[in-house]
C-alpha cells in the first residue's frame, strides 16, 4: 500500500456531533517525534468543555436518536465506522505514524485492528438485543424476577499514546456497542487520529452527543472528567501513577473505574525450544515491537542456563539486523519513542542499571545513523540482579533485560517476582510444562510459544499492579452495561402476611 503525502487536519473539540473550540482557546503542539519539529496543534480543553461535553452526552442518552436505539440500530453506526476507517487507512495509518512515530505499517495494521475491533462489536450490539431481558429462575412461585442489560450512562474514556486510535476504539467501540454515551480524553502526545474519529463519527451520521472527543492534558482534561458528578463510570488505559490519582478521585463518588496499566512481563525460554531462531524472533519482537513501547512487553528474559550463550549470541545477530530508521521508510522494524521526556527518561533507566553493576551487552545509545529525533537503539541487558530498578521498573522503550535459570521451579519463581500482572510469555516445546506455567503465572495474559499477538474476541486485562477488569472480548461490553434485577410478587391477591392485619384484631 502506498504511503500517502499527507496535510496535519486542523481540528477544534468534538462535541454534540460539531467542532467547538475550547472555551478558553487554548492549544497545544503536535510534535514529530521522528523529526522534533512542531507539525500542528491540538485543542486543549478545561473544565469548562468537560461539563458541555458531559451534558451533551447526557442529552444522547435521553434523545430517541441514540437513548432509545436497539442494539441493532446501533451496530449499523459501528459498521459504518468500521467502513469510513477503512476507507481512510492509508491516510489514518500515516498521521498516527507522524504523530506517534510507530513504524508506518505497524500503523496500518493497527487500523486493521481498529475496523476489525467496531464491526465485532457491532455483532455484539446486535446479540445484546435478545439478552436484554433474561429471566431468573426462583426457588419460590410467588415472585418472578428478570434481569435487565442497560447502557451504564456517560462513560468517561481516557487512553494513552502507544496505539492511539486502537486503544481509543477498544473502549468506544464497547462503550456504544452497549447504548452509553461517551467522552473520550486521548492522550495529549498522540491524539490526531482519535481527533479524526469525530470526523468519521460526523460522516456516518453518529447522534450528536453519543461520542464527543476532547483532547488536552491529563491534569486539565482528564481529571474533571474523572471527578464530574454526572459521569458514571471511567475506563482508564495508562500508566500506574495515574491509575492511583484517577482510583482515588473516582472513590470519592464511588464511582466504578476499569484500570488497564503497566507492566514488567516476563518472557521463559527453556532449552527445549522447536527452534532457536524462532524462538530468538518471538523474544525480540515481544519487546522491541511498537518501538518498545507496549504495556505487555516481555521485557524482562528468563533464559535456561544450558542455552543461554548460544541463544545470546544469536540474539544478538538478530538485534543488530533491526532496521532503525524514520519511520515511514519502508521496512522500518524501529523508530523514535514518542518524546523528549521519554527518550530522556530511557535513558536515565539505562544508565542507572549500568551504575548498579548491569552490563549493557548491546544498544543503550543513538543510533550513530539518526541525528535527529527521539531514537534508542535496541539495547540488551546482562548481568541483571533481582534487585535492580532495570529488573522491577516498567521502562517502556526498546530495552530488554536478562537473567538465567537452572529448573523450572527456578523459572517461574522469577517469572512472578513482580508487582506487576499483566501478560508472560513461554516458549518450550513441552505442552504440558507450558500449561504448568500458564496455571502458575500471575498475569491476566498468558502466550504459549509466541509473545504479543492480540486479537479482539478474548478478554484483556492485569492482575495485581497491572490493572483490574477486562476489556475486549464480551467483558469488553460487560464493562459498560449496568446489571439491573427486576422481582415481582406474582400472588398479589395472597397477603404477605408479615403483620399482624388489623381487620383480624
Ligand atoms: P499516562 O498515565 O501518562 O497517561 C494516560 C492518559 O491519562 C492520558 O490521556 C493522560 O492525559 C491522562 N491523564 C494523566 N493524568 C491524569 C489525571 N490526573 N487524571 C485523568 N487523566 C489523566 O500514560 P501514558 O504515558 O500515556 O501511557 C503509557 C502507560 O500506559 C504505560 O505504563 C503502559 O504500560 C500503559 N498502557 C497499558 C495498557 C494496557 O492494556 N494495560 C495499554 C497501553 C498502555
Request: contains cysteine.
Amino acid at each position: 500500500m502506498a504511503i500517502p503525502n499527507i496535510r496535519i487536519p486542523c481540528r477544534q473539540l468534538f462535541i454534540d456531533g460539531e467542532w467547538r473550540e475550547p472555551v478558553k482557546k487554548n492549544r497545544l503542539p503536535i510534535i514529530n517525534p521522528s523529526t522534533e519539529e512542531t507539525i500542528g496543534d491540538i485543542p486543549a480543553a478545561t473544565s469548562e468543555d468537560v461539563d458541555i461535553a458531559v451534558r451533551a452526552a447526557r442529552n444522547a442518552l435521553r434523545r430517541d436518536d441514540w437513548g432509545s436505539t436497539t442494539g441493532a440500530q446501533r451496530a449499523k453506526y459501528l459498521r459504518a465506522i468500521a467502513a469510513k476507517v477503512l476507507e481512510k487507512k492509508p491516510e489514518l495509518a500515516t498521521l498516527e505514524t507522524i504523530d506517534s512515530g510507530k513504524p508506518w505499517f505497524e500503523a496500518a495494521a493497527d487500523m486493521d485492528d481498529v475496523v476489525a475491533c467496531f464491526e465485532y462489536y457491532a455483532d455484539l450490539a446486535e446479540a445484546l438485543d435478545s439478552k436484554k431481558k433474561t429471566e431468573v429462575k426462583l426457588h419460590l412461585d410467588a415472585f418472578k424476577t428478570h434481569v435487565y442489560r442497560e447502557p451504564l450512562g456517560v462513560v468517561g474514556l481516557i487512553t494513552p499514546w502507544n496505539y492511539p486510535l486502537l486503544m481509543s476504539t477498544w473502549k468506544v467501540a464497547p462503550a456504544l456497542a452497549a447504548g452509553c454515551a461517551a467522552v473520550l480524553k486521548p492522550s495529549e502526545m498522540a491524539s490526531i487520529t482519535s481527533l479524526e474519529l469525530g470526523e468519521v463519527c460526523r460522516e456516518v451520521g453518529l447522534p450528536p452527543g453519543a461520542l464527543n472527543i476532547l483532547t488536552g492534558l491529563g491534569h486539565e482534561a482528564g481529571s474533571p472528567l474523572v471527578s464530574h458528578p454526572d459521569v458514571d463510570k471511567i475506563s482508564f488505559t495508562g500508566s500506574g501513577l495515574t491509575g492511583v490519582k484517577i482510583m482515588t478521585a473516582a472513590a470519592q463518588l464511588v464511582k466504578p473505574v476499569t484500570l488497564e496499566l503497566g507492566g514488567k512481563s516476563p518472557i521463559v525460554v527453556f532449552d527445549d525450544i522447536h527452534d532457536l531462531d524462532i524462538a530468538v524472533e518471538w523474544t525480540l519482537f515481544g519487546c522491541f515491537w511498537t518501538n518498545g513501547q507496549i504495556c505487555s512487553a516481555t521485557s524482562r528474559l528468563i533464559l535456561q542456563e544450558t542455552i543461554a550463550s548460544k541463544f545470546l549470541d544469536r540474539l544478538l545477530e538478530w538485534t543488530k539486523n533491526i532496521k532503525i530508521s524514520d519511520p515511514l521508510e519502508e521496512d522500518c522494524k524501529l523508530g523514535p519513542v514518542i518524546s523528549r521526556g521519554q527518550y530522556e527518561k530511557i535513558m536515565k533507566f539505562i544508565s542507572t542499571a549500568k551504575n548498579e553493576g548491569a552490563t549493557i551487552l548491546y544498544g543503550g545509545e543513538r543510533p550513530p545513523h539518526l541525528k535527529k529525533g527521539y531514537y534508542i537503539q535496541p539495547t540488551i541487558i546482562t548481568d541483571v540482579d533481582t534487585s535492580m530498578e532495570i529488573w522491577k521498573e516498567e521502562v517502556f522503550g526498546p530495552v530488554l533485560c536478562l537473567k538465567t535459570f537452572k529448573t523450572e521451579e527456578e523459572a517461574i519463581e522469577l517469572a512472578n517476582d513482580t508487582r506487576y500482572g499483566l501478560a508472560s510469555a513461554i516458549l518450550s516445546k513441552d505442552l504440558d510444562r507450558c500449561e504448568r506455567f500458564a496455571k502458575a503465572s500471575q498475569s491476566g495474559c498468558v502466550w504459549i510459544n509466541c509473545s504479543q499477538p492480540c486479537f479482539w474476541q478474548p478478554p484483556w486485562g492485569g492482575k495485581k499492579r497491572s490493572g483490574f477488569g477486562r476489556e475486549l472480548g464480551e467483558w469488553g461490553l460487560e464493562n459498560y452495561l449496568n446489571i439491573k434485577q427486576v422481582t415481582q410478587y406474582a400472588s398479589p391477591n395472597e397477603p404477605w402476611g408479615f403483620y399482624k392485619s388489623p381487620s383480624n384484631l
